[in-house]
T-cell receptor, first 114, second 113 residues
Framework: AAGVIQSPRHLIKEKRETATLKCYPIPRHDTVYWYQQGPGQDPQFLISFYEKMQSDKGSIPDRFSAQQFSDYHSELNMSSLELGDSALYFC?????????????FGPGTRLTVL | GENVEQHPSTLSVQEGDSAVIKCTYSDSASNYFPWYKQELGKGPQLIIDIRSNVGEKKDQRIAVTLNKTAKHFSLHITETQPEDSAVYFCAASLIQGAQKLVFGQGTRLTINP
């Protein structure tokens, strides 16, 4: 079965640089969620999109922005990167409006800020 | 907002024994409780979930129980195997369209052969 695709899988950036993370949801899923997971921590919700509109917002820094495109893929843009932004970033998708709101997670992007 | 507490943080059991992980939640409006298994370097994988209109759900060696009154739910793994070793997260959410998951702190489960 098709799964959530994230790219790149690994990303190394310098402080103050920018990064763009991409997420391709499972086909026919119209909702995308972004989570950040620090070392040894649980995933923390950042932002979500439903039908290309922002649905909910968590503890996402103002330096970060995201959007969902017409093909339902989503991009998380991160600017003025800080050392503390080093983490795993997960995208999840769900078929809102279907029989379940189960969220299926992608493999993640490991961001390292030097 | 919702807050989920998970215990224990680490759990070590002998292969073949049972493992139990417990979570409590704060928001009585939450009605969806999934459990995820995360292996090193991988994304969380859903292993079982339960909705608030059900008290128990089983899937082979895995079961989840929910006590809405006490606001706690538990994961039970029977006949544990080495491949069950991973970090397990509970979570709580609302089934109301595009609702975020609030995770517990995670339990590192180690199965000793």
């Amino acid at each position: 079965a098709a799964g959530v695709i994230q790219s790149p899988r690994h990303l190394i950036k310098e402080k103050r640089e920018t990064a763009t993370l991409k997420c391709y949801p499972i086909p026919r899923h119209d909702t995308v969620y972004w989570y950040q997971q620090g070392p040894g921590q649980d995933p923390q919700f950042l932002i979500s999109f439903y039908e290309k509109m922002q649905s909910d917002k968590g503890s996402i820094p103002d330096r970060f922005s995201a959007q969902q495109f017409s093909d339902y893929h989503s991009e998380l843009n991160m600017s003025s990167l800080e050392l503390g932004d080093s983490a795993l970033y997960f995208c999840a998708s769900s078929p809102v409006g279907g029989s379940t709101d189960t969220q299926y997670f992608g493999p993640g992007t490991r961001l390292t800020v030097l | 907002g919702e807050n989920v507490e998970q215990h224990p943080s680490t759990l070590s059991v002998q292969e073949g024994d049972s493992a139990v992980i417990k979570c409590t939640y704060s928001d009585s409006a939450s009605n969806y409780f999934p459990w995820y298994k995360q292996e090193l370097g991988k994304g969380p994988q859903l292993i079982i979930d339960i909705r608030s209109n059900v008290g128990e759900k089983k899937d082979q060696r895995i079961a989840v129980t929910l006590n809405k009154t006490a606001k706690h739910f538990s994961l039970h793994i029977t006949e544990t195997q080495p491949e069950d070793s991973a970090v397990y997260f509970c979570a709580a959410s609302l089934i109301q369209g595009a609702q975020k998951l609030v995770f517990g702190q995670g339990t590192r489960l180690t199965i000793n052969p």
